[in-house]
């Protein structure tokens, strides 16, 4: 995978920030051979995958992300390209098991039109599960003061480069209760943090993510050279900074 030059993220790059909380979800749920399941934000199709082997051959995963470069079909995994915000999701109503829609890396402007088309296309008793990185303050627990103010901010602009300028998750704080409105009664929400030390696989992510978004992120407030501080810092194992916070939900469509 590459990045433009423009600083595009790579998909992969955001994808390790919601794999674990996304597996976790599937775990609690049980998904069993021969179901069929619909992905929406499906990035570089690492949990496509994890889905097409818990469905098998019999199974069915679609696929879906308004920019399918590293989807790949198979026997078992259908992939179209749709937007969010206008494109109508594929697949007939009341047709799969599960739905699962990681971060779209940005906003909904309008999220109730999205879930009701994720709600409908969900058998009764199928289980919704949603997930995101939500707009947290970063921490720095250990570093000089003039490194802690630019892993900060850093943090800072990253997360609002990805996610638009209004630094929300696609997932507002109201989306459980629009939830069961909807007709998921069952509805349960998950949040994350852990600590990332300089050197270990959290905090060679970020230099990663810095890396990919450099040509979007150097301004004459943060430059170049502060980019390569950071980079540096990332691989310190004396710093000691907050992950973003992910969070999930799981909901389930009521049977009657």
Same mark, same amino acid.
């Given at each position: 995978?590459?990045?433009?030059? =423009?600083?595009?993220?790579?998909?992969?790059?955001?994808?390790?920030?919601?794999?674990?909380?996304?597996?976790?979800?599937?775990?609690?749920?049980?998904?069993?051979?021969?179901?069929? &399941?619909?992905?929406? #934000?499906? #990035?570089?199709?690492? &949990?496509?995958?994890?889905?097409?082997?818990? $469905?098998?051959?019999?199974?069915? $995963?679609?696929?879906?992300? +308004?920019?399918?470069?590293?989807?790949?079909?198979?026997?078992?995994?259908?992939?179209?390209?749709?937007?969010?915000?206008?494109?109508?999701?594929?697949?007939?109503?009341?047709?799969?098991?599960?739905? /699962?829609?990681?971060?779209?890396?940005?906003?909904?402007?309008?999220?109730?039109?999205?879930?009701?088309?994720?709600?409908?296309?969900?058998?009764?008793?199928?289980?919704?599960?949603?997930?995101?990185?939500?707009?947290?303050?970063?921490?720095?627990?250990?570093?000089?003061?003039?490194?802690?103010?630019?892993? *900060?901010? !850093?943090?800072?602009?990253?997360?609002?480069?990805?996610?638009?300028?209004?630094? %929300? @998750?696609?997932?507002?704080?109201?989306?459980?209760?629009?939830?069961?409105?909807?007709?998921?009664?069952? !509805?349960?929400?998950?949040? =994350?943090?852990?600590?990332?030390?300089? @050197?270990?696989?959290?905090?060679?992510?970020? %230099?990663?993510?810095?890396?990919?978004?450099?040509?979007?992120?150097?301004?004459?407030? /943060?430059?170049?050279?502060?980019?390569?501080?950071? !980079? %540096?810092?990332?691989?310190?194992? *004396? &710093?000691?900074?907050?992950?973003?916070?992910?969070?999930?939900?799981?909901?389930? +469509?009521?049977?009657?």
């Amino acid at each position: 995978m590459t990045t433009t030059q =423009s600083g595009q993220l790579r998909p992969a790059r955001l994808r390790e920030l919601l794999n674990p909380i996304i597996r976790q979800q599937l775990d609690r749920l049980d998904i069993q051979p021969g179901q069929r &399941v619909l992905e929406i #934000g499906a #990035g570089g199709g690492e &949990v496509t995958a994890h889905l097409a082997r818990l $469905v098998g051959p019999r199974g069915r $995963v679609t696929a879906v992300d +308004k920019d399918t470069t590293y989807l790949n079909p198979t026997g078992v995994i259908d992939v179209y390209q749709r937007d969010l915000n206008g494109d109508d999701l594929p697949g007939e109503p009341d047709s799969f098991d599960v739905v /699962v829609a990681g971060w779209l890396h940005g906003e909904l402007p309008h999220p109730a039109e999205a879930l009701e088309q994720m709600i409908a296309r969900l058998r009764p008793g199928g289980w919704l599960v949603l997930a995101d990185v939500t707009d947290t303050p970063p921490r720095v627990f250990w570093a000089t003061d003039d490194d802690a103010w630019l892993i *900060h901010t !850093v943090m800072r602009r990253v997360y609002r480069t990805i996610a638009g300028l209004d630094g %929300a @998750g696609t997932w507002t704080a109201e989306t459980p209760a629009l939830l069961v409105v909807k007709g998921m009664p069952q !509805v349960c929400t998950h949040a =994350s943090t852990e600590t990332w030390t300089g @050197g270990g696989p959290g905090c060679q992510l970020l %230099a990663n993510v810095v890396d990919d978004l450099r040509p979007v992120l150097t301004t004459p407030e /943060v430059t170049d050279a502060d980019l390569d501080r950071f !980079v %540096a810092l990332m691989a310190d194992p *004396h &710093v000691l900074l907050g992950s973003y916070e992910r969070r999930a939900v799981h909901a389930r +469509k009521a049977t009657a």
